[in-house]
C-alpha cells in the first residue's frame, strides 16, 4: 500500500508536486540496444518494456512490464562517490548511505542492501544468493534478494546486477511479487542483464 | 427491583466517562466505523510477516503489562511484536498493542519496558484517540472530515505508525499514569525518565557522527507523538520522585535473558540502517555487562560499514578480539578478511577469506568470495 517499491516510493516525495504533469511512460521497443539514464549504458531488451521520464536520481531510469508494482527494472548508471543510490528524501532523520568509489564487489551488496532497508524503513530485507558475474568485460556482482515492507501484505524478490567502473557504480535491479510476477518474468531480466554494456 | 435500576444508572452517569471498569465498546455509528477500520487493520496485522511470534518474548512482554496494570486489565491487550527497528510502541483503542523490535533493542531493563507499555496502556485506557477523534470531528467540515479519516487518519494504523497524533495534555497525562502503574508494580518508577533521557543522547550520538544538530527536540518524524524534550524528562523525574517508598524492581537480568535470543538480529537490522552513531550507542549499552564474542563482531561489522579513515584497522582489531572472545560464527573471518584487504594489509594468499569459507562451505556468497580470494585449499 504505501512504500513498497523502493524507487517509485522515493520519489514520491521529492519529485511529485513537480513531476506529475511532465512525468510520463515511453515504449521502450524491443530488440535494439537502447542507452539508459543518459549515460553510456545500454541494454538490448527482448520484449517491449515502458520507460518512466520521470529520473528518481539524476543518473537512474526505470522500466515496467505491467506497472510498478508488478515488475519494476531500476537502473544506476555511472553513480558517483558521495551520491546516494535512490532519492534522498529523508535525509535529517534516515539518510541514506552514500556510495564509494573504495567498494568491494561485496560492498556494493551491502551498500544495496542498507540503502534499501533504511529507504523502505523495513527489517526483512535477506541476501539470498551472490555470486560472481561480467559486465561488459568488467568483474561484476550478481546477486538475489527477498524483502517485504510493513503494511503491504505482498513479499517481493528482486535480482540485480552490478559493476564499479571507473570508480563510478553501474546497477541493474529488478523487483516484483514473490507470488507469480516473479517467476514470470525473472529469465527475460536474467537475459536483459547479459546484454549491459558500459 | 426498580430502586437497582436506579442505582445503575445514577452510578453510570457519576462515573467519568474514561474509568469504566468494562473496556469501552463503540457508542454511536461513527465510533463503529472506526472500530470497524481499526478491527480491519488488525486482522491484516495478524497475518503479517512483520509479527515476532515467538512464544517465550510474547508472553515475557505481555508478564510485564500484567504485573503493572493488573490482570483483568492487561487481559484487554492485543500485544503484537513487530520487527521494525525504530523506537515505538502504540495501543488502539480497540486493544491492539503493538511493539516494535527497535524499542526492545533500546530498552536496558524490565522496567523500562514497563514505563513505556504502561504509558501506551495509559492511553488505551483514558480513551485518548477516541477523544482526539471527537475533538476533531467536531472542528472540521464534514467533507473535510471524509477527506481525512479513512484516508489519513486509519489508513496510518496499516503501516504501523504511531497511531494518532496525541494533544501534549494527554501526552502529560499517560506519562503521569505510567508512573502510577510503576509503582503498582513494583518497578522503579525512575525508570521513565530514564527511557526519554536516554533517546535523547541516542540523538544527540546520532546528529554528533552525521555533524548535523541533534534531532532531540524536533517535533515531528516518528516521534511526533512522543517527543522527548527535556520538558518531559524533568517532569518524570519529579513524578517519580513523589514515591519515594516505591519498590526499585528493575529487572536487568530477567530483562537480559527474555531478550538474549534476539538482540543479535535487532542490532543487525538497527546496523544496517547508516546510523553509525545511535547503532554505536547502543551496543555500548549491550556492552554494559562485558564485550562478547558476538559484540565484538557486531562492532567489526559497523566499523567496517563505515568504511571511514582507521575504520577497517579498528574493524579487523575487533573481529581479532572476537575470536579470542571465543567467537566461531563463520562471519567473524568474513569481516576480517574484507576488512584486511580494504586497509591493504591482506595476505597474498587470503586466509581469512578461505577461513570463512571452510567454516561455512554453503555461505550464499560463497562463488563472490572466491572470486575475490581464490579457492579455499
Known amino acids: ?198 | 427491583m426498580r430502586g437497582f435500576r436506579r442505582l445503575s444508572l445514577a452510578a453510570a452517569l457519576l462515573l467519568p466517562p474514561t474509568a469504566a471498569a468494562a473496556p469501552h465498546t463503540p457508542q454511536d455509528p461513527v465510533e463503529r466505523g472506526l472500530w470497524m477500520q481499526v478491527d480491519e487493520a488488525e486482522r491484516k496485522l495478524q497475518t503479517s510477516d512483520f509479527v515476532i511470534r515467538d512464544k517465550a518474548l510474547n508472553d515475557y512482554v505481555r508478564g510485564v503489562l500484567c504485573r503493572e496494570v493488573g490482570e483483568e486489565q492487561c487481559g484487554e491487550a492485543r500485544i503484537y511484536i513487530m520487527r521494525t527497528p525504530y523506537f515505538n510502541a502504540s495501543m488502539a483503542p480497540n486493544g491492539m498493542m503493538q511493539v516494535w523490535s527497535g524499542l526492545l533493542l533500546r530498552m536496558e531493563n524490565e522496567a523500562q519496558l514497563a514505563a513505556v507499555l504502561g504509558h501506551e496502556f495509559a492511553h488505551y485506557r483514558e480513551q485518548h484517540s477516541l477523544r482526539l477523534f471527537h475533538n476533531i470531528r467536531e472542528k472540521t467540515n464534514a467533507a473535510a472530515w471524509l477527506g481525512f479519516v479513512p484516508f489519513g487518519f486509519v489508513a496510518q494504523l496499516g503501516i504501523g505508525m504511531s497511531m494518532f497524533s496525541f494533544s501534549r495534555e494527554m501526552e502529560r497525562d499517560a506519562d503521569a499514569k505510567s508512573i502510577d502503574y510503576l509503582v503498582k508494580g513494583g518497578y522503579d518508577p525512575a525508570a521513565a525518565t530514564r527511557v526519554w533521557s536516554r533517546l535523547r543522547d541516542e540523538m544527540d550520538a546520532a546528529a554528533i557522527e552525521r555533524k548535523a544538530k541533534s534531532r532531540k527536540d524536533k517535533n515531528g518524524g516518528l516521534l511526533a507523538t512522543h517527543p522527548p524534550t527535556a520538558e518531559r524528562v524533568d517532569t518524570l523525574k519529579t513524578l517519580a520522585a513523589e514515591h519515594p517508598a516505591a519498590a526499585r524492581d528493575l529487572g536487568t537480568d530477567r530483562y537480559r535473558a527474555a531478550l538474549a535470543p534476539f538482540w543479535a538480529d535487532f542490532f543487525d537490522d538497527q546496523a544496517k540502517l547508516n546510523d553509525f552513531g545511535a547503532s554505536e550507542y547502543l551496543l555500548k549499552q549491550l556492552a554494559e555487562g562485558g564485550w562478547t564474542a558476538e559484540l565484538l563482531f557486531a562492532r567489526g561489522e559497523l566499523y567496517r560499514r563505515r568504511a571511514q579513515a582507521g575504520d577497517f584497522g579498528a574493524a579487523a582489531g575487533f573481529y581479532r578480539d572476537a575470536v579470542a572472545a571465543g567467537g566461531t560464527m563463520p562471519q567473524i573471518w568474513r569481516g576480517l578478511g574484507l576488512s584486511l584487504i580494504k586497509n591493504g594489509e591482506a595476505d597474498a594468499d587470503r586466509k581469512e577469506i578461505h577461513e570463512y569459507l571452510r567454516r561455512a562451505p554453503d555461505a550464499e556468497d560463497r562463488g563472490m568470495m572466491v572470486m575475490l580470494a581464490g579457492e579455499p585449499t
Not at chain 1, 511479487?177 to 549491459?196: C, E, G, M, Q, W
Open chain 1, 1 to 198: 500500500m504505501i512504500r513498497k517499491r523502493i524507487v517509485i516510493a522515493a520519489l514520491i516525495a521529492a519529485a511529485l508536486p513537480v513531476a506529475p504533469a511532465l512525468a510520463g511512460w515511453k515504449l521502450v521497443p524491443a530488440g535494439q540496444p537502447v542507452a539508459v539514464a543518459k549515460s553510456g549504458m545500454t541494454v538490448t531488451p527482448g520484449e517491449d518494456w515502458n520507460r518512466w521520464t520521470a529520473r528518481p536520481i539524476k543518473t537512474s531510469e526505470v522500466w515496467t512490464l505491467d506497472g510498478t508494482s508488478l515488475n519494476e527494472l531500476y537502473f544506476v548508471a555511472g553513480l558517483a562517490e558521495g551520491k546516494t543510490l535512490f532519492r534522498d528524501i529523508a535525509k535529517k532523520d534516515r539518510p541514506l548511505p552514500k556510495f564509494s568509489k573504495a567498494m568491494l564487489l561485496p560492498d556494493v551488496v551491502e551498500f544495496f542492501e542498507s540503502s534499501t532497508r533504511t529507504a523502505l524503513q523495513t527489517s526483512l530485507f535477506e541476501i539470498d544468493k551472490v555470486e560472481p558475474d561480467k559486465m561488459s568485460g568488467h568483474d561484476a556482482v550478481r546477486f538475489a534478494f527477498t524483502y517485504a515492507v510493513e503494511g503491504d501484505q505482498l513479499p517481493r524478490k528482486g535480482i540485480a546486477k552490478a559493476a564499479v567502473v571507473n570508480g563510478q557504480l553501474y546497477l541493474v535491479s529488478f523487483v516484483a511479487p514473490s507470488i507469480h510476477y516473479f517467476d514470470r518474468d525473472a529469465a527475460k531480466v536474467n537475459k536483459l542483464l547479459d546484454t549491459v554494456k558500459i
